[in-house]
């Protein structure tokens, strides 16, 4: 799994010009199953995307592809992780401890 972190580098109007464009990729992501959660940040200085993955070459394509990115008006951190523990509703994402 993956948090994708994104961070404003752009004013507020610009940010807003590109949200539609956002929302449509976010909304793609989502159908192939790929983004789990996401939402802005409070404050209003970026956002945060639940991945499910285990190739971080393929989030970084994936957060190139953002229109936010594109524009050039935020940059990602993209940090992996191994979600061994879940809720229950989540428990289809749970992953072992490598060997």
């Given at each position: 799994?993956?948090?994708?972190?994104?961070?404003?580098?752009?004013?507020?109007?610009?940010?807003?010009?590109?949200?539609?464009e956002h929302v449509a990729w976010l909304d793609a992501h989502y159908a192939s199953g790929v983004f789990i959660a996401s939402g802005r940040k409070d404050p209003r200085d970026g956002g945060i995307i639940i991945a499910v993955g285990d190739d971080r070459a393929k989030m970084e394509e994936i957060t190139k592809s953002d229109p936010f990115t594109v524009a050039g008006v935020c940059e990602y951190t993209i940090t992996k992780f191994i979600a061994t523990k879940t809720a229950e509703p989540l428990a289809v994402y749970r992953e072992e401890l490598p060997s």
């Open positions: 799994m993956f948090v994708l972190e994104l961070t404003y580098i752009a004013p507020m109007e610009r940010i807003d010009a590109a949200l539609a």
